[in-house]
């Protein structure tokens, strides 16, 4: 980092966000950081690092690329961030809503693995009294 505290290198990112810098090159790629450089090396500034920790959050809840790209293009282009705020309670609902269901089909197979394993059981002991 610079002595301002302006600018932060591929390291120190990896470093504070606990990803490899072939993470940040990847969202590089996918347009989300774009850090000027200083000969070969990357100079992330404020605004690349606030980027980045949108992303890995949007990742972290299991936003597709397209939603982060958005979203975070949203907060790009407006004073007003209250489309951003409406788009962001839309795709959170819509994970939420995501997640539900996964989990409702997480259960049902859970209950369905329960009741197989008691005809087994049930099986075994018919077996062994027999």
């Known amino acids: 980092m610079t002595e301002q505290g302006?600018?932060?290198t591929i390291?120190?990112?990896s470093r504070e966000f606990g990803i490899t810098?072939?993470?940040?090159r990847f969202w590089e790629d996918q347009g989300i950081v774009a850090p000027e450089r200083a000969g070969s090396k990357r100079v992330f500034t404020r605004r690349d690092?606030?980027?980045?920790?949108?992303?890995?959050?949007g990742k972290r809840l299991g936003l597709s690329?397209?939603?982060?790209?958005?979203?975070?293009?949203?907060?790009?282009?407006?004073?007003?961030?209250?489309?951003?705020?409406?788009?962001?309670?839309?795709?959170?609902e819509k994970?939420?809503?995501?997640?539900?269901?996964?989990?409702?089909?997480?259960?049902?197979?859970l209950a369905e693995i329960s009741q197989?394993?008691?005809q087994c059981q049930q099986e075994l002991a018919r077996?062994?009294?027999s």
Do not use: N
């Not at 293009?73 to 962001?88: F, I, R």
């Open 6 to 8: 302006q600018t932060f």
């Open 49 to 57: 690092r606030a980027r980045l920790k949108m992303a890995l959050r």
């Open 11 to 13: 390291s120190d990112l």
């Open 95 to 109: 994970r939420r809503l995501a997640l539900q269901q996964q989990r409702e089909d997480i259960e049902s197979m």
């Open 127 to 129: 077996r062994a009294s």
């Open 65 to 92: 690329l397209a939603d982060i790209k958005d979203l975070i293009g949203m907060y790009s282009s407006t004073e007003d961030e209250t489309p951003q705020l409406l788009e962001c309670l839309r795709v959170m």
């Open 21 to 24: 810098p072939r993470t940040i």
């Open 116 to 118: 197989f394993e008691a």
